[in-house]
């Protein structure tokens, strides 16, 4: 069994594969369009005609959460951790009003969120099955707090890239999906 470091979590490796250390994971690529939650939510953007809460994630490496939504509005926060998991809750014009896991936030532009999901680890030494089946071979283990690319999720499991390592996790060890929510 290897250990990989990603940024200050790691990555226990089950496959013999060297052990060099690694950056912070940011997986993902390029901004995109915002991706629609479970249909089983009622209320829906005034905007966007999307699902409210949803998530997303942060697309750009620094955005300003603001009091209001309007650049002329008090800063509260800046966020600076790019690819990380945001949930929008309100919408009004190119502004959305957005919280982390730990219920901070603010109204952010846009063009600062990607449709593309990432998920929060919040279970210790989770386990990245081949398959979305605990009899399957564990490809990894992730850590808590390490934040991971989603790539697919189907009742029960999503499909998280973290650290170069690709398996299925128990969705309700992540932050950034819902209960019995499916995408691909």
Do not use: K
Request: charged content about 20%.
């Amino acid at each position: 069994m290897r250990i990989f470091l990603i940024g200050l979590f790691a990555i226990v490796s089950a496959a013999g594969a060297p052990t060099p250390v690694l950056a912070q994971s940011e997986a993902g690529a390029e901004a995109g369009a915002e991706a629609e939650a479970p249909a089983a939510e009622s209320r829906r953007g005034p905007v966007t005609g999307y699902p409210l809460p949803r998530y997303v994630t942060m697309g750009a490496t620094e955005g300003n959460a603001r009091r209001g939504p309007s650049r002329s509005h008090r800063i509260d926060w800046v966020f600076t951790r790019r690819h990380m998991p945001m949930m929008i809750v309100a919408e009004h014009g190119h502004w959305r009003r957005v919280v982390d896991r730990d219920g901070a936030g603010g109204w952010m532009h846009y063009a600062l969120l990607s449709g593309e999901r990432s998920a929060i680890v919040e279970q210790d030494m989770l386990p990245l099955y081949a398959r979305p089946d605990t009899t399957s071979a564990i490809r990894a283990h992730a850590e808590v707090g390490v934040t991971g690319r989603i790539d697919e999720c189907v009742p029960d499991w999503c499909l998280l890239e973290v650290g170069g390592y690709r398996g299925w996790v128990d969705a309700s060890a992540l932050w950034g999906v819902d209960p019995g929510e499916t995408f691909d």
